[in-house]
């Protein structure tokens, strides 16, 4: 049997929070795939977000190119309604109308989070900011993007969390965030069903993002270094390997099968055979249940 190479060729993506991690990842493995992608989110060539990061969404679309597809950057802040609507259009516009795939990974959450407080001795005004920057940013992109999907009857709407069970995050407001985004996947799958479009929440594994790498101090070329402070770091997974779930999904003749559910990297490999960047199938779910849960206590059932 031929394996298609470039099974999403004349698809069109619309990655919302594509600069950096997994947005990034799932960017790439869509234009590795064959589609044509916009990326989208605050940091831009000529003006950064409040996290200052080094990485671009041009950066991102350039990648995309490269890898096979064609990447478009267009500099959007999701929290703003008319900045969203202005995107749409612009895909509308560019692609008469065509959009297929649509993935919700803005975050840029980290630095809102507090770790270390409960709820009663936390800042009110910061963990209602990160609620705003991690949900309703992903809200507002979907209202003005789905009904290109909706108007061909078809596509799939991705919803990027941490965490496909009901198991407590760590930090409420983080929870919470990471709670709801799966919660929208579900309600957009009741809602878009009669339409076709599927919507799903995928979650990755220990995700070994720009920014926990620079944790670790390492690189991606070493980052095996890492381990040496935190042994579960052996068994994290690249971005390329949450965009190979992705695009296995978005490729997915079936995927109606699956709408509504809350998924993870660990589970997909098995069934559609994707492996990271070099070649191994990560599994941290199997890790945790053989090294974690009697100390943290199991991950639960998938939401």
């Known amino acids: 049997m031929t394996i298609d190479a470039r099974p999403l060729a004349g698809k069109v993506a619309l990655v919302a929070g ?91 959450g980290d630095p809102l989070v507090d770790w270390e407080h409960p709820l009663w001795e936390q800042e009110l005004d910061t963990g209602l900011r990160l609620l705003r920057q991690a949900v309703e940013t992903h809200i507002i992109t979907s209202r003005y993007a789905l009904p290109l999907l909706v108007a061909r009857r078809s596509g799939l709407v991705v919803e990027v969390t941490d965490g496909n069970t009901a198991r407590y995050r760590g930090s409420l407001f983080y929870d919470l965030a990471k709670s709801a985004v799966i919660r929208l996947a579900v309600a957009q799958a009741a809602e878009l069903k009669p339409h076709g479009v599927a919507a799903v929440a995928i979650t990755p594994g220990f995700l070994r993002s720009e920014a926990m790498l620079e944790h670790f101090g390492v690189t991606e070329a070493n980052w095996r270094d890492g381990v040496a402070q935190d042994p579960n770091f052996a068994h994290s997974e690249t971005p390329a390997y949450l965009g190979q779930a992705v695009a296995a999904l978005a490729a997915d003749p079936n995927i109606m099968a699956k709408t509504g559910r809350a998924l993870a990297t660990w589970g997909l490999y098995r069934e559609y055979g994707f492996t990271d960047a070099d070649g191994s199938q990560p599994d941290f779910a199997a890790h945790w249940a053989k090294n974690l849960a009697e100390q943290h206590g199991p991950l639960g059932e998938p939401l």
């Open 18 to 108: 594509g600069t950096r991690g997994g947005g990034r990842g799932i960017a790439i493995e869509l234009g590795a795939a064959g589609a044509t992608v916009y990326v989208t989110g605050r940091s831009g060539a000529g003006q950064r977000s409040h996290l200052a990061r080094p990485e671009t969404i041009e950066q991102t679309a350039e990648l995309v190119t490269a890898a096979g597809g064609l990447g478009i950057a267009v500099r959007t802040d999701h929290s703003r309604p008319d900045e969203v609507q202005a995107l749409v259009d612009k895909v509308a516009t560019e692609q008469d109308g065509q959009l297929d795939i649509l993935v919700n990974s803005v975050w840029g």
